[in-house]
């Protein structure tokens, strides 16, 4: 069978091209089509990957050219007269996002979207690659979680996919990097970090080994996977991750990665972040790659696939992540309280939840939640962070509700089953059927108003219940005058980034983008010496100064005297607490 073989080199790094030979050794189609996916499964955005592509050229299996027709942008008509044929082009690589592609003296890093043509004679078939060490690059290694065909492990050569959705799903990471393994119910874990840093790595394996088996056991069975990958890429300032089917490629900041110097055993505010970020991705083995929504078994990946249900599997992973770290004592209760409260405070700073329910932020996730402008904030809210809102809701609900005889893991574990029973995709209302076989309780009113509705969800009941008080006020230790506007610094000047709704500066006539000069007649650079300027003309009529594109206005307002609300989340009963949360008597 003439099985898509792809053959991968890097001649000049620098010049940040990946070059691809496919080679199609036989086909029964007299015009075979060829086509590169738009957006990548884990990522909701069209991306058109196409674009990169520099120069791409068609011949038969004698280097004779043969002739081509262009579809659309990412769509080729091949007339190859049911004879095998060759595919040459060359992709332009140097975005250090998860998403895409990169490519240069110091590493080379790609996702199948951005390189594999899908040939659609043989997309249900096996696909081959086979990626060449570049000559100037000897000390190179290549990490994949591809089935390995040739060569030693860290070594270029040949690999393999089931068929061609599942040859997307292995990101290839090539760079002089480091490496730790660990081992996770006998499965081993490899930690690959490339960028410059100076982490300590077996801290990081021995953090990580906990946290993959609460996941494992999460699920009560075996992992899924009989290897897996977390491919690093270090960086001055990042941070993100996208999942795949046994590894994830993540980016994170040099700060955020133990040192030899990092006192044994202290979790700082930056790890917790890296290793809630390895959490995150990890938990997508299950949910995610494996159980997913209806819609994502066989995706069009030529054109935006709809979804209501992203907030299920990005909200319960997000409530996951930072949990688990706390389920095997690896950060204490009140640093868990207190990232959540982080995040509970960025949900209500949104006045967007007002407008738009989690259902249709999942279902508009590529239009909105991946396109967002200066009026954002105003009109949607975060699947991610309201998803996360809802999962420990949920979770507490249930737990108060059945005497802690069930929770939401119970359902989870019942949602795999069905998974391990065949069952291929999720649908939108199959929480309220599983919870009520799970756990007996009727849950469909609560998903009228937090799913398909935009009121507030009643955290601060479910958190008394568990004896953590909820305290939402203005922080009496703030000097800072909330003016419902976000502002960016550029080059010693300060512009408007954007204005809600309710903001008294809407009625001034301030908009997104204008430059903001002088305050009460006195220049202005930054937001510190905004703010200083406000708090001396309290509750006063003053002026302000901006420019709109190259236009000076004059506009007055009155100086409110309001401050910024701060969410505190303190145990006020231990024995409560302990029903959901460990270390809960620890201080910090």
């Known amino acids: 069978m003439g099985f898509p073989h792809f053959k991968i080199t890097l001649p000049q790094p620098n010049n940040h091209y990946f070059f691809v030979e496919l080679t199609v050794e036989t086909s029964s189609q007299a015009k075979s089509l060829l086509s590169l996916p738009s957006?990548?499964?884990?990522?909701?955005?069209?991306?058109?990957?196409?674009?990169?592509?520099?120069?791409?050229?068609?011949?038969?299996?004698?280097?004779?050219?043969?002739?081509?027709?262009?579809?659309?942008?990412?769509?080729?008509?091949?007339?190859?007269?049911?004879?095998?044929?060759r595919v040459n082009y060359r992709v332009y690589a140097y975005d250090t996002s998860v998403r895409t592609a990169y490519l240069d003296g110091q590493r080379g890093f790609f996702n199948g979207t951005s390189l594999f043509l899908k040939v659609e004679e043989f997309a249900d078939n096996e696909q081959y690659v086979t990626i060449s060490q570049p000559e100037c690059k000897p000390n190179?290694?290549?990490?994949?979680?591809?089935?390995?065909?040739?060569?030693?492990?860290?070594?270029?050569?040949?690999?393999?996919?089931?068929?061609?959705?599942?040859?997307?799903?292995?990101?290839?990471?090539?760079?002089?990097?480091?490496?730790?393994?660990?081992?996770?119910?006998?499965?081993?874990?490899?930690?690959?970090?490339?960028?410059?840093?100076?982490?300590?790595?077996?801290?990081?394996?021995?953090?990580?080994?906990?946290?993959?088996?609460?996941?494992?056991?999460?699920?009560?069975?075996?992992?899924?996977?009989?290897?897996?990958?977390?491919?690093?890429?270090?960086?001055?300032?990042?941070?993100?991750?996208?999942?795949?089917?046994?590894?994830?490629?993540?980016?994170?900041?040099?700060?955020?990665?133990?040192?030899?110097?990092?006192?044994?055993?202290?979790?700082?505010?930056?790890?917790?972040?890296?290793?809630?970020?390895?959490?995150?991705?990890?938990?997508?083995?299950?949910?995610?790659?494996?159980?997913?929504?209806?819609?994502?078994?066989?995706?069009?990946?030529?054109?935006?696939?709809?979804?209501?249900?992203?907030?299920?599997?990005?909200?319960?992973?997000?409530?996951?992540?930072?949990?688990?770290?706390?389920?095997?004592?690896?950060?204490?209760?009140?640093?868990?309280?207190?990232?959540?409260?982080?995040?509970?405070?960025?949900?209500?700073?949104?006045?967007?939840?007002?407008?738009?329910?989690v259902a249709d932020s999942s279902f508009d996730a590529w239009t909105k939640f991946y396109k967002q402008d200066e009026n954002a904030r105003n009109a949607i809210v975060s699947y991610y962070i309201k998803g996360f809102v809802i999962a420990l809701c949920l979770d507490l609900h249930i737990r108060r509700e059945t005497q802690q005889q069930c929770n939401l893991q119970a359902i989870m574990q019942a949602y795999w089953q069905d998974y391990k029973n065949g069952k291929s995709g999720t649908q939108y209302s199959d929480f309220i059927d599983k919870v009520k076989s799970v756990a007996g309780l009727d849950i469909e009113p609560l998903w009228l108003e937090w799913v398909e509705g935009t009121k507030d969800l009643p955290i601060n009941e479910y958190l008394q219940h568990f004896g953590i008080d909820y305290i939402w006020q203005a922080d009496p230790t703030s000097t800072y005058i909330d003016l419902g506007i976000n502002w960016q610094s550029k080059q010693d000047k300060l512009f408007v980034q954007s204005v809600l709704d309710d903001s008294p500066l809407v009625a001034a006539g301030l908009s997104a983008q204008d430059e903001l000069v002088a305050v009460a007649g006195l220049k202005v650079t930054d937001e510190k010496q905004l703010n200083e300027l406000l708090n001396i003309y309290v509750e006063q009529n003053i002026s302000l100064h901006v420019f709109r594109r190259d236009e000076l206005i004059e506009?007055?307002?009155?100086?409110?005297?309001?401050?910024?609300?701060?969410?505190?989340?303190?145990?006020?009963n231990n024995e409560a607490a302990e029903k959901w949360l460990k270390r809960v008597s620890v201080n910090n």
């Open 39 to 85: 957006w990548i499964p884990g990522s909701y955005m069209v991306r058109d990957f196409c674009k990169n592509i520099v120069d791409i050229s068609f011949s038969d299996l004698n280097d004779q050219p043969l002739g081509f027709k262009r579809l659309d942008k990412q769509t080729w008509l091949v007339d190859n007269n049911h004879q095998g044929y």
């Open 140 to 357: 190179w290694q290549l990490a994949t979680g591809l089935s390995r065909l040739s060569g030693k492990s860290w070594d270029f050569g040949q690999f393999k996919a089931l068929n061609y959705l599942e040859l997307l799903d292995y990101p290839v990471e090539m760079a002089d990097f480091s490496t730790v393994t660990f081992h996770v119910s006998g499965i081993p874990h490899h930690v690959v970090i490339s960028g410059r840093h100076n982490a300590d790595l077996d801290r990081i394996a021995n953090d990580l080994t906990p946290i993959c088996q609460h996941h494992i056991d999460y699920f009560a069975d075996t992992c899924p996977v009989d290897e897996y990958w977390f491919m690093v890429n270090v960086v001055g300032d990042g941070f993100g991750g996208l999942e795949h089917l046994n590894s994830t490629a993540l980016l994170c900041s040099r700060n955020t990665l133990p040192t030899n110097a990092t006192p044994s055993g202290e979790i700082s505010e930056n790890y917790q972040t890296f290793l809630s970020l390895c959490s995150h991705e990890y938990f997508h083995t299950w949910n995610v790659k494996r159980l997913k929504p209806l819609e994502f078994v066989d995706p069009n990946l030529g054109s935006e696939t709809y979804s209501k249900q992203l907030w299920f599997y990005e909200g319960i992973t997000s409530y996951v992540d930072d949990w688990s770290l706390n389920q095997v004592e690896l950060i204490s209760a009140n640093q868990y309280l207190s990232t959540i409260s982080k995040a509970i405070q960025r949900l209500l700073n949104a006045p967007g939840r007002f407008k738009q329910s």
């Open 555 to 572: 506009l007055n307002f009155v100086v409110p005297n309001t401050r910024q609300h701060k969410l505190e989340l303190k145990i006020n």
